[in-house]
């Protein structure tokens, strides 16, 4: 059964904290993506990672950046919360073809 | 790039047939249509995916007029646990970018028993 996991489902931090969200998957795809989630505003990409330590910004990257040293990981890391990022950051995988992208749970993240 | 239009909700009531239209007038002729489901607190899963005609699974069917400008996600005789946001994302079969992939804002879709 494919998996992603991302490594919180909740977090709370401070403005100006430095956040990482991990994202882990199990099914040896190539493409992974961040993606972040607000009322009325459907899915907006951040970031998208088509192989290893290789990244595409996406739609609203400002204030967040990505590292991707090994496949199966993918991190988001916003360098100074604030609390306009608080949102519901989703993970997702694809291998190249088919577009089926498989999502994580999601991590709620509340910046005070 | 492909711009999607979805309602924002639609209201059901138990065993009816829902259909949810997705607007893409820009749609390439290398783009595909995709379907995802959201439940509260997880994440999109897919559900259909179709490039013209009318595709069918055992969940639900997917119809794209030969113009392919729009999509309607057909499902059967809906359910209470059918409820769920429904998204619809325009994008080639296989890209090395993800620039090209555009979500809808989604479609609140509420079945009332």
């Known amino acids: 059964d494919v998996k992603v996991t991302q490594s919180s489902r909740y977090l709370v931090k401070r403005t100006g904290e430095k956040v990482f969200l991990e994202c882990v998957q199990d099914?040896?795809?190539?493409?992974m993506f961040w993606y972040r989630q607000d009322p009325g505003l459907g899915l907006r990409l951040i970031y998208f990672?088509?192989?290893?330590?290789?990244?595409e910004k996406g739609d609203i990257p400002e204030g967040y950046s990505v590292s991707r040293e090994k496949k199966e990981r993918f991190s988001l890391i916003l360098e100074s919360a604030s609390t306009n990022q608080t949102s519901m950051y989703l993970c997702?995988?694809?291998?190249?073809?088919?577009?089926?992208?498989?999502f994580g749970p999601g991590t709620r993240l509340l910046v005070l | 790039l492909a711009k999607t239009t979805q309602p924002i909700s639609m209201d059901s009531y138990e065993g009816q047939e829902v259909n949810i239209t997705c607007s893409h007038n820009?749609?390439?002729?290398?783009?595909?249509i995709t379907w995802y489901q959201q439940f509260p607190s997880q994440g999109p899963r897919f559900i259909i995916q179709?490039?013209?005609t009318k595709v069918t699974n055992e969940v639900a069917s997917l119809f794209i007029p030969a113009d392919r400008k729009s999509s309607t996600l057909s499902l059967p005789r809906v359910s209470l646990s059918d409820t769920a946001v429904y998204y619809c994302?325009?994008?080639?079969?296989?890209?090395?970018?993800?620039?090209?992939?555009?979500f809808g804002s989604g479609t609140q879709l509420t079945v009332l028993p």
């Open positions: 997702a995988s694809r291998s190249v073809g088919p577009e089926t992208q498989y």
């Open positions: 099914m040896d795809h190539e493409n």
């Open positions: 990672s088509y192989d290893v330590k290789m990244k």
């Open positions: 820009n749609i390439a002729t290398n783009d595909y």
């Open positions: 179709g490039y013209k």
């Open positions: 994302l325009v994008g080639p079969f296989s890209s090395g970018s993800a620039r090209q992939l555009t």
